[in-house]
């Protein structure tokens, strides 16, 4: 983070923490317990906000060296991304042109991607390399490509379109509005600790709320997170994205030192939410991704868990703090979720957002405005 920013932020959370306030929205809100149940809704959620709009799924050093490949499932469509010799980037739907089948599984480096149901070979670009009994076809190579999808990769964030008929300019432009938040971290310099995979029985919108609003430390996260970390929170939002700051307990040693002996690195937690709401959280040794999407039904999603470390921090202690932060969000967190769809199929109430969930407030009528008036 820039020094300007950084002390600014902090300015904030000082004086959040001395009024013992936290940011928030002016009045209460509430939300339908239909759109977490809903079949309809969920279905033109799917489509608003996932298939037709960008999807911010991996961190740019997933897949660093040259000739690397990253097989991924996002809403159960195959994607694979690959980067080239020469480092471009390049998205295509997993799917052989001889019968489907994926090219490749998992990450790793390749000079070719090699089909294992019949041995078609692909190039980076997608292009067919060579296929075993050429003779017996008549289709030309040069028709047997796999299936390109726009791609971009800003600020370190791989940003892919779902559809081949959505314009590059709109995943171009997908983190424009928040990029000059996201620049300063150097997120395409961080380094590849691991991804991990939740199912979960909940709506996708349930998990994401998790990571919205700090009210909940205290009493689920009374024996971890709120050991070292505060609840009074700094929001803010940048067109379609938002951010959230909440402090490490030990900023409170900052109140009565000048600014000038704020030390570089900023004393809290930041979670960037990036549209359709993709968290990125960043702390001092690297940076996550949690990444939900709908499942097979409305009370069912996929959420993905991918951890980076910064350049210049230890492996060990970002793989040790990557690995708590996953361990509280499954063992504490997902299953509050899941409990919570429990609860709303069963009362069909309608939930409370207070106004001190601002982001909840900010998310939901973003979540709600995209069904009602679709734009990629
Ligand atoms: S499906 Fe890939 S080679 Fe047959
Ligand atoms: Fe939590």
């Keep these: 983070m820039d020094p300007v920013s950084r002390t ?3 300015r904030r959370l000082l004086q959040n923490l001395k009024d013992k306030r936290t940011d928030h929205a002016r009045d209460e809100a509430q939300v339908s317990a239909a759109v977490f149940t ?78 294992p149901f019949h041995g078609w070979a ?22 047997c490509a796999l299936t390109a999808l726009p791609v971009s990769e800003h600020y370190g964030v791989i940003v892919v379109a779902l559809q081949p008929s959505i314009s590059q300019d709109t995943v171009d432009t997908a983190l424009d509005d928040i990029g000059g938040q996201l620049a300063a971290f150097g997120f395409a310099d961080y380094l590849p600790i ?12 349930l998990v994401n709320d998790l990571s919205l609003e700090s009210y909940h430390f205290t009493p689920l996260h009374r ?29 409170a040693n900052l109140a009565d030192r000048p600014e000038a002996e704020w030390p570089e690195q900023f004393q809290g937690s930041l979670t960037f939410t990036l549209y359709p709401g993709v968290m990125l959280l960043v702390n001092l040794l690297g940076a996550q991704m949690i ?23 230890s492996a060990r202690d970002a793989h040790t703090a990557y690995a708590f932060g996953g361990d509280v969000f499954a063992q504490e967190d997902l299953p509050m979720a899941e409990a919570c769809q429990q609860g709303l199929t069963a009362t069909g109430q309608d939930l409370l957002l207070g106004r001190n969930e601002p982001l909840l407030q900010f998310w939901h009528q973003l979540w709600q405005e995209a069904i009602q008036f679709p734009r990629s």
Excluded: M
């Design 194 to 205: 691991e991804r991990r995979q939740f199912d979960v029985a909940a709506n996708w919108k």
């Design 122 to 143: 692909y190039q980076s670009d997608g292009s067919l390399r060579g296929r075993p009994e050429d003779e017996y076809f008549s289709t030309e190579a040069i028709d």
């Design 38 to 115: 809903s079949l309809e809704h969920w279905q033109r959620e799917r489509q608003a906000l996932f298939l037709d709009a960008p999807q911010p799924v991996a961190f740019s050093g997933e897949l660093a060296e040259p000739s690397s490949y990253l097989a991924l499932s996002v809403l159960d469509i195959p994607v694979l991304l690959t980067r080239d010799e020469h480092g471009t980037l390049r998205a295509f739907i997993n799917a052989c042109a001889h019968r489907g089948a994926p090219v490749a599984t998992g990450q790793g480096t390749a000079r070719s991607l090699v089909c």
């Design 8 to 10: 600014n932020l902090t």
């Design 291 to 313: 990444r939900a999407e709908p499942g097979k039904q409305p009370s069912e999603s996929r959420v993905t868990y991918v951890g980076v470390r910064g350049p210049d921090c």
């Design 223 to 251: 024996d971890s997170v709120a050991q070292v970390l505060l609840a009074n929170a700094v929001v803010d939002t940048f067109g379609r994205h938002s951010r959230w700051a909440f402090p490490l307990r030990s900023i």
